[in-house]
T-cell receptor, first 114, second 115 residues
Framework: DAGVTQSPTHLIKTRGQQVTLRCSPK?????VSWYQQALGQGPQFIFQ???????QRGNFPDRFSGHQFPNYSSELNVNALLLGDSALYLC?????????????FGPGTRLTVL | AQSVTQLDSHVSVSEGTPVLLRCNYS??????LFWYVQHPNKGLQLLLK??????LVKGINGFEAEFKKSETSFHLTKPSAHMSDAAEYFC?????????????FGPGTSLSVIP
């Protein structure tokens, strides 16, 4: 049973560029959440997708957008990158059933903005 | 509003001695509480969770946590630290009773284990 997978593992971009990060949820899960973890800090919630729609959003600007596909996989897009966007981006999934409030995390994508 | 406070940013223990990582929370609803561990350059791994069943929760790798509603605490303990326990630990609250879960992470506690 594959867990949550993310790609790429590492990414280097320059200021002003755009980036797309990808996530495949754990088998059987239909909800995907994205988090930003800056160095030395706890993860901060960006947004959550369910049934291909953004269900809730944290305190992040519109430069951060996402998408969920019919197979429940998800993308996180960040436009007009800033130096401060450098962070580990974590994807988490959960699903309907008896364990709905337990999120399972992927290994993350390390984004460096130069 | 929800919040999570981890009372120590860094804890250092000797191998074989007990571990105590402290967490206090505030929540408007009936919360679920979690502890996650993050080893260097790795993703987050669930250690244990509380969801209004038994107040003493046992997790993986010998960790356990006790939910104390009167103290709004959910401290993580382990009787005997192992070198492999050195990592970052996050206390997390998730509010149920709303239309969807809202998940808040604490700032983390870095655990060092001295040989």
């Amino acid at each position: 049973d594959a867990g949550v997978t993310q790609s790429p593992t590492h990414l280097i971009k320059t200021r002003g560029q755009q980036v797309t990060l990808r996530c495949s949820p754990k088998s059987g899960h239909d909800t995907v959440s994205w988090y930003q973890q800056a160095l030395g800090q706890g993860p901060q919630f960006i947004f959550q997708y369910y049934e291909e729609e953004e269900r809730q959003r944290g305190n992040f600007p519109d430069r951060f957008s996402g998408h969920q596909f019919p197979n429940y996989s998800s993308e996180l897009n960040v436009n007009a990158l800033l130096l401060g966007d450098s962070a580990l981006y974590l994807c988490a999934s959960d699903g309907t059933g008896t364990d709905t409030d337990t999120q399972y995390f992927g290994p993350g994508t390390r984004l460096t903005v130069l | 509003a929800q919040s999570v406070t981890q009372l120590d940013s860094h804890v250092s223990v000797s191998e074989g001695t007990p571990v105590l990582l402290r967490c206090n929370y505030s929540s408007s609803y009936s919360p679920s509480l979690f502890w996650y561990v993050q080893h260097p350059n790795k993703g987050l791994q669930l250690l244990l969770k509380y969801t209004s069943a038994a107040t003493l929760v046992k997790g993986i790798n010998g960790f356990e946590a006790e939910f104390k509603k009167s103290e709004t605490s959910f401290h993580l303990t382990k009787p005997s630290a192992h070198m492999s326990d050195a990592a970052e630990y996050f206390c997390v609250v998730s509010d149920r009773g709303t239309s969807y879960d809202k998940v808040i992470f604490g700032p983390g506690t870095s655990l060092s284990v001295i040989p």
